[in-house]
């Protein structure tokens, strides 16, 4: 990453992304109870993404890796004490630890995004349709431009899958019907 992304961590979005993710995953898990972290951690980097103006997403991340942390941490130290919670996590297999905090970071990320692509839609105003420009080779409508693309496609296998020599006089009778007929 460059310089200029770190310049871009805001410290106010981190403890914004750290509360939303701390509370999205301890009420993930009380709802569901297999997948509810991660689920709490999508409502939370979506709510971080809502709440945050310039694009949370490395602040959510960082901090949905960490309520993951936390969440291992608890789940081992639930009638132990802080130390025994810790070394619980030194016996889970790294790999596995790894794979849970790159996909919950990447969980919350996703999260942020989706909010905070719904707060600049609720946000910046509608285009008006006299703005909108077509173009006069562009189709009016999208039935119209699939039928148009149907069209060329059919035009296109036409072409390649009957392979005509030079001489040939081109028949202007070969339309799309020709063509069903000929694949029957």
């Known amino acids: 990453m460059s310089d200029r992304s770190w310049r871009r961590f805001s410290l106010a979005g981190f403890v914004v992304a750290l509360v939303a993710m701390a509370v999205g995953a301890a009420a993930g898990l009380a709802l569901v109870p297999v997948a509810g972290s991660f689920v709490g951690l999508f409502v939370g980097g979506f709510v971080t993404g809502m709440a945050v103006e310039n694009r949370p997403l490395l602040e959510t991340a960082i901090a949905a890796a960490l309520a993951t942390l936390g969440v291992l941490a608890a789940g081992a130290g639930i009638g132990n004490e802080i130390v025994t919670a810790v070394a619980v996590l030194g016996v889970v297999d790294p790999a596995t630890l790894l794979v849970s905090i790159v996909l919950a970071a990447a969980v919350g990320a996703f999260g942020a995004h989706f909010g905070d692509d719904l707060r600049d839609g609720l946000t910046e105003p509608v285009e008006e349709a006299d703005a909108r420009v077509r173009s006069s080779d562009s189709p009016s409508s999208p039935v119209a431009?699939?039928?148009?693309?149907?069209?060329?496609?059919?035009a296109d296998e036409h072409e390649h899958g009957h392979e005509r020599v030079a001489d040939e006089p081109q028949n202007s009778a070969d339309s799309r019907d020709d063509v069903e007929v000929d694949r029957n």
Do not use: E, L
């Open 145 to 154: 431009g699939s039928s148009a693309s149907h069209a060329a496609d059919a």
